[in-house]
């Protein structure tokens, strides 16, 4: 039983952790197309990993009382109480989000799905009102607020946004710069080209501690 309990502990801890490790191999071309839904940090998925690392955490204080409460009952419920804050600050830490390894990085990973988000929101004819129009629910993870914003030639996916309106994010831009451009508050200077069609606006180039 043990073992058992052991064992969904660690199944546990590796999918809380799903989107620290997959960003970790998606950014070195490692991590198969049909497996970039783990690096999905918004929407349903957080809270998904949440319940998991609950879950992890509380097998966990479970395995180590049973370990424990051999020589005697007091030593495993004392041994559970000392690990159970560890247990719960591990998974807190598993929960949080990918670190953000720099705009280019991030637009690598995400592209398939930004690509995809950026047809479906051209396609929409509420894309061109304010705030945007909200994409289909298996995209809605590629921008901050499930939404897509349609003007003219460009296509908007923010990816960050501070109260009260200010945003950044990735745009499809295949007729030239975006610069210029109002993002709901922030006005869009000096973009960052990824390639020919798609730039970065607001969003830092350099890898940091959080999007």
Not at 6 to 30: I, N, Q
Request: glycine residues 12%; contains cysteine.
């Amino acid at each position: 039983m043990t073992g058992t309990l052991a064992g969904l502990a660690l199944w546990g801890w590796v999918v809380a952790a799903s989107a620290r490790w997959s960003w970790a191999l998606a950014v070195r071309g490692r991590l198969p197309d049909e497996a970039l839904f783990l690096t999905w940090f918004r929407g349903p998925a957080p809270v998904a990993r949440g319940l998991v690392a609950l879950a992890a955490a509380a097998l966990t204080v479970a395995v180590v009382g049973l370990v424990a409460a051999r020589p005697g009952t007091a030593r495993g419920l004392a041994a559970g109480v000392v690990v159970a804050p560890f247990a719960l600050a591990l998974a807190g830490h598993t929960i949080v989000g990918p670190p953000y390894y720099g705009a280019r990085a991030a637009f690598e990973v995400l592209r398939p799905g930004l690509e995809r988000a950026a047809v479906l929101a051209a396609a929409d004819p509420d894309a061109d009102l304010y705030g945007g129009a909200l994409l289909p629910w298996d995209h809605r993870p590629y921008t901050v607020d499930g939404r897509a914003s349609v003007h003219e030639h460009l296509v908007f996916l923010p990816q960050w946004r501070v109260i009260p309106d200010d945003r950044g994010g990735f745009f499809l831009s295949p007729l030239g710069s975006p610069e210029g451009y109002d993002m709901s508050g922030m006005v869009c200077e000096d973009p960052v080209r990824l390639d020919d069609a798609w730039w970065a606006c607001g969003m830092n180039p350099e890898p940091g501690l959080r999007w």
